[in-house]
């Protein structure tokens, strides 16, 4: 085990414990949420990526390996009295073919239950971890800053712009999964690297292409499993910077040595070196590609990320920033790329939300669900790009195929079905799209896909007549007050139309009054 030494146990009961199954090990750690005071942490290797990536199985040995591992961290938690703590794995773990079986097998031997990490999630935390922890990141990030994510098996890159998140993809071309795709070339090619090169490259062509419109990034940030494995090789960094210097000659050195000698030279793992020429060919074919001003080092980690989130759902002073702008940053990108109406999309968020806050004591939902309603409200037209007659179809199939930081992979299905029954085109009361969800979050999407119909309804002229509105509720009715200098005829047969799901949603009818402001 790799832990911190030197530090005195503190039991107290606001410490949590967090546990990562990642592709190189079983990551663990215990924080204070308070104040993301790190009492201890600590990794056990455990090679899980490498049998994945070969035979796409964990065996019953791996596996065995994963219980021990997860006893010891167990066993850790409870010297320091730590009762609090979840498991998680990510998308390494569940690429293999037997990972329920094996996720089961586990809880049964240690009760530690193994939660599923979407992609899109595993993004937001890393992120949410440089937002908190890299030093200066507001400042690289108003700049354009680009973060590479470097896997075992995949590799990640999450761009800034002007201060904002701009987008997040992901391509399964991690080192780990390359060196063993490869394995077979490497040990009969001469020219191993160039066909290393050209692997990569092919593979990178098609991911760049799809990227959005070309942004100049000053500032790229490489973190991830696979480059603690580059670690020693690193100089002497300039509070984390690397000169491009310096990583030219990392890469010829890499490129001309062989595994013996790296091994010997930097002290690592022989069993692990053979990922190292893979990992610096990835890397310089990025750098090359996006040709970023500064190269920046970072060692945070996708735990660190998960402390973050521990602390914002204990309701924390300590996070630096809005975690819910990743979330609406990411559903704005993807109205964007699907070319929506902006116009007549923001003014249906503005009277979403506007009809939410008023309307808390009829629907009472809280500030996750308003947050869900506000995604949906930014993309529930996306479907128009293909057919603006079936677009709330089209609509909720995008977004259950798209990623959206911050939403785990149940939100982002209750968004999709919102987006499919916020038209008037889709039956009443069909609820045959909610059988899929428990009965709790049947009532959430049935809520919000109610008020989202009626905000809706109040600019469907897309000419954006309304300039605010009031909201009442007397006499068992609620009434919307239009503040307008124009007619509203259009919108009040609409609203009639729509308002009716809202009425068998909440047993109140709502109804829409012009107020002439000429």
Do not use: C
């Amino acid at each position: 085990m790799e832990a911190k030494k030197g530090l005195v146990i503190v039991v107290t009961e606001t410490n949590q414990g967090l546990v990562v199954v990642e592709s190189q090990g079983v990551a663990f750690s215990i924080t204070n949420p308070k104040d993301l005071h790190k009492i201890e942490t600590g990794t056990y290797p455990v090679p899980v990526g490498e049998e994945i990536f070969s035979s796409h199985l964990l065996s019953p040995l791996l596996t065995a390996a994963l219980q021990d591992a997860l006893l010891a961290v167990k066993q850790v938690f409870a010297d320091y009295g730590v009762t609090d703590y979840a498991t998680y794995g990510g998308q390494s773990f569940f690429e293999a073919d037997n990972a329920d079986f094996v996720r089961d097998q586990l809880f049964n031997r240690t009760g530690m239950w193994v939660h599923k990490l979407t992609v899109p999630e595993e993004a937001y935390h890393r992120t949410s971890a440089v937002m908190q922890s890299f030093p200066h990141f507001d400042k690289l990030s108003q700049d354009g800053t680009v973060l590479v994510n470097v896997g075992g098996g995949t590799v990640e890159l999450i761009a800034f712009n002007n201060g904002t998140f701009s987008f997040a993809r992901n391509l399964n071309l991690g080192p780990l999964r390359v060196f063993e795709d490869l394995k077979d070339v490497q040990r009969s090619a001469d020219n191993y690297v160039d066909i290393l090169r050209e692997f990569i490259d092919s593979r990178l062509l098609d991911f760049l292409r799809l990227l959005p419109q070309k942004h100049d990034y000053k500032h790229m940030i490489l973190m991830g499993s696979a480059l603690r494995l580059l670690t020693p090789m690193w100089p002497k960094l300039d509070k984390r910077r690397l000169q491009r210097s310096d990583f030219r000659e990392i890469v010829r050195q890499v490129t001309r040595a062989s595994d013996q000698f790296l091994s010997s030279q930097y002290g690592i793992d022989p069993d692990l070196v053979s990922q190292v020429l893979p990992t610096m060919t990835l890397l310089n074919q990025l750098v090359r590609k996006l040709d970023p001003d500064a190269i920046w080092i970072s060692n945070l980690r996708l735990i660190d990320g998960l402390e973050v989130n521990q602390a914002i759902e204990s309701g924390s002073h300590a996070v630096k920033f809005d975690p819910t702008e990743e979330t609406i940053a990411s559903a704005l990108t993807l109205s964007n790329w699907y070319h929506v109406d902006e116009k007549h999309r923001d003014t249906t968020v503005t009277f979403a939300l506007q009809l939410f806050d008023r309307l808390r004591k009829l629907h009472k939902l809280g500030k996750r669900e308003r947050l869900l309603l506000e995604t949906a409200a930014l993309i529930t037209d996306i479907g128009s790009y293909i057919d603006t007659h079936s677009h709330a179809q089209n609509s909720e199939y995008i977004i259950n195929s798209s990623d959206i930081m911050g939403l785990s992979s149940r939100e982002l299905a209750i968004v999709a079905t919102i987006a499919r029954y916020h038209t008037s085109a889709t039956p009443q009361l069909d609820m045959s799209a909610l059988k899929s969800f428990g009965g709790a979050d049947r009532l959430i999407v049935a809520k919000l896909s109610a008020i989202l119909r009626v905000a809706d309804s109040l600019d469907t002229s897309r000419r954006q007549k309304i300039d605010n509105i009031s909201v009442s509720m007397r006499g068992e009715r609620v009434t919307i007050t239009a503040s307008t200098h124009e007619n509203l005829e259009l919108e009040k047969w609409t609203l009639g139309q729509k308002g009716r799901f809202f009425e068998a949603v909440f047993g109140m009818p709502v109804r829409l009054k012009g107020r002439n402001t000429q």
